[in-house]
């Protein structure tokens, strides 16, 4: 009967420690995620004179909102934002129906080569971004898209179509093959086929690939800066890099602006959660 005893408390011990080396483990990655956006806030709220102060200060003794304001009225903020949001927005969804129509295409129809043409669009993304920018940059200036949301929106595309294209085509895979079949002996065409039964069905993909291609468009930084030369015209990531102060950096009024920034973007991930995950789980099964 001891036996007995002494087996069962040695699995609730070790059921006991599986639980915790778990949430353990999530509560670590959990803090170490949110600990830059913490440390961005608790910087924002501190008087400028007691950013870079010697112990440092993880509360406030005195917290205010003057960086706030200083970052709002130091810079064209909401307008930057605003450029933000179009070229993000307009990748995104460039992005989406360009990728679903080759999703489509690589998944659902047959022709030779598909392969080599699927390792062929996913081996464009391993291009060095820093490559293209001169001769992304020339054709901008000859086509007169500098300084425009749409000289960042196409080139922005095309770097991440491959992997819309890779979601979609992962995720179109696993629809059955009824629905295609049923829609086609209706008399809708391949194209209709794609619109009004396939994508209805697959908001999962649609999320992800929409939400992956809006955050690298959100943060991009280096063709941002080359083509948007006009103050009006940067987005926030360049706006406030921009940001100088009369005798130091002001980290601050840094701080403040780049953690308004990153409230779009949270927001945007936590309407979309379930989705993304749906959306990541079926690619990864594919």
Request: charged share 15%.
């Amino acid at each position: 009967m001891s036996h007995d005893s002494s087996a069962f408390e040695i699995e609730r011990f070790q059921w006991v420690g599986k639980k915790l080396g778990f949430y353990g483990s999530i509560f670590v990655i959990a803090l170490v995620s949110v600990f830059p956006i913490l440390w961005m806030l608790i910087t924002s709220l501190k008087q400028p004179g007691n950013v870079v102060t010697f112990p440092v200060e993880y509360v406030p003794r005195n917290p205010t909102l003057e960086n706030y304001r200083a970052a709002i009225e130091g810079a064209p903020f909401f307008r930057y934002l605003l450029n933000s949001a179009i070229v993000a927005t307009g990748t995104a969804v460039l992005d989406v129906l360009l990728g679903s129509l080759a999703g489509y295409a690589l998944s659902r129809l047959r022709f030779r080569f598909k392969l080599p043409v699927l390792l062929l669009i996913l081996g464009t993304a391993m291009l060095p971004f820093i490559a293209r920018l001169i001769p992304l940059f020339s054709l901008a200036r000859s086509w007169g898209l500098l300084n425009s949301h749409l000289g960042l929106i196409i080139p922005y595309a095309a770097f991440q179509l491959p992997f819309a294209v890779w979601i979609f085509q992962a995720y179109f895979k696993e629809l059955p093959d009824s629905l295609e079949e049923a829609g086609l002996m209706d008399g809708l065409s391949r194209i209709g086929v794609l619109f009004r039964i396939i994508l209805p069905v697959s908001a999962p993909a649609m999320a992800t690939a929409a939400i992956i291609v809006f955050i690298y468009a959100w943060n991009e930084f280096l063709f941002a800066l080359t083509f948007m030369t006009e103050d009006s015209m940067r987005t926030i990531t360049v706006g406030i890099a921009l940001y100088q102060g009369e005798f130091q950096y002001p980290w601050g009024t840094i701080s403040a602006a780049v953690f308004m920034s990153v409230i779009p973007l949270i927001l945007f991930m936590l309407f979309f959660q379930r989705k993304v995950v749906e959306g990541l789980t079926a690619t990864g099964k594919a």
